[in-house]
Structures are given as structure tokens and as C-alpha cells.
């Protein structure tokens, strides 16, 4: 079965990095777009990019343009997610998902179960 | 970028009722829209794809309409699972996607 299993939650300091990783099974890795999505506390979702890990190309809104790098290694089938210069605003749920611009049935959505990433000085 | 405006942001409703979400796009998006649900710790799920196609497994009282910039979603009548949040997702624009703001449905 598809599974989406993402690393642990982080604790940071202002002007620090984080890199989460999410490790895809149960499908053809490069088969697919993986998207990260984050959530701050009693906030909505909000969408930050989207990676292909077939080509490793990625799309970034603009809001995060020069912070937010997405990788993967296809070794692994893992993805990754690196935010740069975090400030408290980031304090968040990440999570990787696949399948939410499915525009056929029977394409399943899957997520991650999310990491908690906590800026404070 | 394309703006989703959701309403309303919150509501108060009882079982059985029927209930109707808005988005409304910045501008035209076809039919690229999905509807999530989410419960309080949980990850999101999908309810509605291509705007008013009913994902697999969910129950027939959820519905979707719409096209163009103005979407809903209805759940016919409020059953005691549905009190979550709901946000709409339009994928129109290439490889940039935005959520709505998200619908709190309580219990009245």
C-alpha cells in the first residue's frame, strides 16, 4: 500500500534551516508529484510547492521563492523539503502529499502524517 | 496568483441539516477544484475532485458544483462525522496551487 512516512518533529532557532524528508513505498516513486503543504497552529492549509521526482524540477509559490528548496533521491525514494532563514511565522505542520490534482476517479490522495517544526529563540 | 476566497469562514449547524460551502475564484479556473476535509490531528482527505465528482468511498449527501470562479460544496444532510473543516483547492494554474481559506463546521 502507498505509504508516505515523514521524518521527526523539529525545534529551531530563529534564522535557522530545516530539512524535512518524506519517504515514499508502496508506489513508483518517480511516477508521481510529490506537493508540501504546511498548517500553523489553528491555521488552514496552506500549499508552499511541488516537486516531480522523476526530473527532481520543482514549482514554488511565491511566497517562499528564495527560501524553500525541494529535493529528492531516488535511490531512497525519499523527498525533501529545506526551508531557510525560519522565523516564529514557520512554526507549522509540514506534510508531503500526492494525488491532489487528480482529476480522475479511483486516483487516491495520500499524505504524510506531518512534521512539527517549532521556531523559538 | 490565483485567490481563493472561501465562505463562510465558520458555522454552526445540527444533525440533518443541510449546508452549503462557497469559493469563489480570482479568476476563471475551469473546473480544477477539489474539496478536503479535515478532522481536528488528522491529515486532510480528499471528498471532491474536478469540481463536482465524488471521490471513491465518500457518502452520496456531499456534492459539489460549479465552474468558472464560483464553486460549492453541499452536504445534504449533517451527519455527526461531518463536523470538520473544509477547504477548497484550485489546481488550475500551472504548478501553482492555493487552498481556500477553510470552513469550520460545529455543532449547533
Known amino acids: 500500500q502507498v505509504q508516505l512516512v515523514q521524518s521527526g518533529a523539529e525545534v529551531k532557532k530563529p534564522g535557522a534551516s530545516v530539512k524535512v524528508s518524506c519517504k515514499a513505498s508502496?508506489?513508483?516513486?518517480?511516477?508521481?508529484?510529490l506537493h508540501w503543504v504546511r498548517q500553523a497552529p489553528g491555521q488552514g492549509l496552506e500549499w508552499m510547492g511541488r516537486?516531480?521526482?522523476?526530473?527532481?524540477?520543482?514549482n514554488y509559490e511565491q511566497k517562499f521563492q528564495g527560501r524553500v528548496t525541494m529535493t529528492r533521491d531516488t535511490s531512497i525514494s525519499t523527498a525533501y523539503m529545506e526551508l531557510s532563514r525560519l522565523t516564529s511565522d514557520d512554526t507549522a505542520v509540514y506534510y508531503c502529499?500526492?494525488?491532489?490534482?487528480?482529476?480522475?476517479?479511483?486516483?487516491?490522495?495520500?499524505w504524510g502524517q506531518g512534521t512539527l517544526v517549532s521556531v523559538s529563540s | 496568483d490565483i485567490q481563493m476566497t472561501q465562505s463562510p469562514s465558520a458555522m454552526s449547524a445540527s444533525v440533518g441539516d443541510r449546508i452549503t460551502i462557497t469559493c469563489r475564484a480570482s479568476?476563471?479556473?475551469?473546473?480544477?477544484l477539489a474539496w478536503f476535509q479535515q478532522k481536528p490531528g488528522k491529515v486532510p482527505k480528499r471528498l471532491i475532485f474536478a469540481a463536482s465528482r465524488l471521490h471513491s468511498g465518500v457518502p452520496s449527501r456531499f456534492s459539489g458544483s460549479g465552474s468558472g470562479t464560483e464553486f460549492s460544496l453541499t452536504i445534504s444532510s449533517l451527519q455527526p462525522e461531518d463536523f470538520a473543516t473544509y477547504y477548497c483547492l484550485q489546481h488550475s494554474t500551472y504548478a501553482l496551487l492555493t487552498f481556500g481559506g477553510g470552513t469550520k463546521v460545529e455543532i449547533k
Open positions: 516537486i516531480n521526482p522523476n526530473s527532481g524540477g520543482s
Open positions: 508502496g508506489y513508483t516513486f518517480t511516477g508521481h508529484f
Open positions: 502529499a500526492r494525488g491532489l490534482t487528480a482529476m480522475t476517479l479511483g486516483e487516491e490522495d495520500y
Open positions: 479568476q476563471g479556473i475551469s473546473n480544477y
